[in-house]
């Protein structure tokens, strides 16, 4: 029997993605996103939603790039610490000791101590609601070489990325593996 | 050092969500989407992209409503092969025995025997390349008793969802608990 929870945002998994982008005066700062995920294959994009109070919203809408640093377990705590405060206020990467390192491609720094790291140029800009949506073509991904496997793709048992649960507003680890798309279905196929 | 992966859809954690509507006729059909994610929380609302020559595209298209039933560790075969066959050509329900049950807030069924299920009604419709993204504003979501805790929220632990791995095509389990959001970050802070 089901029950009504409400008209809430939540669904499982949720990212933890940390936003880094300039301001005006070139001052790099992260921020902590979970209202995001890739929208479309060709040409690659992900989506993010900020809401306007931010100051990642109004660094995007100056420069039209963005960087995405997927942190892992390791860096738990400077990942929440990016999401409480403002970089407004706060310089988060001399707070943290992490470094920001300019993206060739667009104008947004990207935390050099994290393993994987999206470039995307915005293509799209939606008002939602409270959020807005930027729809960023992924212009390139990089890795460090160590969680890189010998098929060229990232590892994501060596990338170690963890996941966000909504209303809860708790952490969770990635698990283990369950088996291979378009493959363990075929067991129904058969029936 | 980082080296380039290109141009590609990859980030972690990607969902897994079994996206439900009604053709014309009043079909049930599921489909497996894994390009989602929340993207407001006032609206709560839920964008998911879906690729024009699919069965789902249409559907919602008509009927301006679907819904999100997220699957368990425990339907993993079946949530894959909603993804491996068409709608056009088979009736998924009756091919894995699962029950379709008509959403009272919009006109797309769900799948009972899963635990956590969104309703969505859809409020935009973007054009971003290969993929159209569906914005749905969650009217209400519905959980088993089972699944859902003293809080009156549902629990992960107990819906026991799954991730999706893009590129290498592989599934994952929701691991540990690794923390309080908003609270670790503390750590920094008092540095």
Redesign the interface.
């Known amino acids: 029997?089901?029950?009504?929870?409400?008209?809430?945002?939540?669904?499982?998994?949720?990212?933890v993605?940390v936003i880094g982008t300039y301001d005006k005066a070139g001052k790099p700062n992260v921020m902590t996103a979970?209202?995001?995920?890739?929208?479309?294959?060709?040409?690659?994009?992900?989506?993010v939603?900020l809401r306007k109070a931010t100051y990642t919203y109004g660094n995007i809408m100056e420069q039209r790039g963005f960087t995405?640093s997927?942190p892992s377990?390791d860096h738990?705590?400077?990942?929440?610490?990016?999401?409480?405060?403002s970089g407004k206020k706060e310089d988060k990467f001399s707070?943290?000791g992490l470094t920001p390192v300019k993206s060739e491609l667009v104008n947004a720094p990207y935390v050099k101590e994290f393993s994987?790291?999206?470039e995307c140029k915005v293509?799209?800009t939606?008002e939602?609601?409270?959020?807005t949506?930027f729809?960023g073509?992924?212009?390139?991904?990089?890795?460090?070489?160590a969680v890189?496997g010998e098929?060229?793709?990232?590892n994501?048992e060596k990338?170690k990325?963890?996941?966000?649960?909504?209303?809860?507003?708790?952490?969770?680890?990635?698990?283990?593996?369950?088996?291979?798309?378009?493959?363990?279905?075929?067991?129904?196929?058969g029936?």
Do not use: N
């Not at 738990?76 to 405060?85: Q, R, S, T």
């Open positions: 029997m089901k029950k009504s929870i409400g008209a809430r945002p939540i669904v499982y998994p949720t990212p993605f979970a209202w995001a995920g890739i929208c479309c294959s060709s040409p690659p994009c992900v989506s939603s995405i997927i377990q738990l705590k400077e990942a929440d610490y990016f999401g409480m405060v707070a943290t994987l790291v999206l293509i799209h939606y939602i609601g409270l959020h949506q729809v073509e992924i212009l390139d991904i990089k890795a460090e070489e890189v098929d060229g793709l990232p994501i990338v990325p963890f996941l966000y649960v909504p209303e809860h507003r708790i952490y969770y680890g990635v698990g283990e593996f369950l088996g291979k798309a378009y493959s363990v279905g075929k067991a129904v196929q029936t």
